[in-house]
């Protein structure tokens, strides 16, 4: 069993900060690729970033410049520092990994969801 854990969500004005966490556990032999994604209402799952386990770094356009990905590779964890936030950014955020599991299996795996809302 593999469990991602995401915390940090809440309610922001526009223009303010948040930072979201991930905490990966279970049965694993190794974490690869680690990101975020998020679905606004009515919408997609769209990426939001990833970070190699050797720290190669892409963002989507439109959060360049305002939010930062990062990540602990001892602690299974993977992290969000989102700043000027805009009301478009209100959405459930999902932490990405690829696992390679104990029993060799590599998969796809996402957490349940942390809700960022905000207003303006």
């Known amino acids: 069993q593999v469990q991602l854990v995401e915390s940090g969500g809440g309610l922001v004005q526009a223009g303010g900060s948040l930072n979201l966490a991930c905490t990966v556990s279970?049965?694993?032999?190794?974490?690869?690729?680690m990101g975020w994604y998020r679905q606004a209402p009515g919408q997609s799952r769209d990426l939001v970033g990833t970070i190699t386990s050797v720290n190669g770094i892409h963002l989507v356009e439109d959060v360049k410049g305002r939010f930062t990905i990062s990540r602990d590779n001892a602690k299974r964890m993977v992290f969000l520092q989102m700043n000027n936030l805009k009301v478009e950014d209100t959405a459930i955020y999902f932490c990405?990994?690829?696992?390679?599991?104990?029993?060799?299996?590599?998969?796809?795996?996402y957490g349940q969801g942390t809700q960022v809302t905000v207003f303006s």
């Open positions: 990405y990994a690829q696992i390679l599991r104990s029993d060799f299996r590599m998969t796809n795996d």
């Open positions: 279970g049965s694993i032999n190794r974490v690869n690729l």
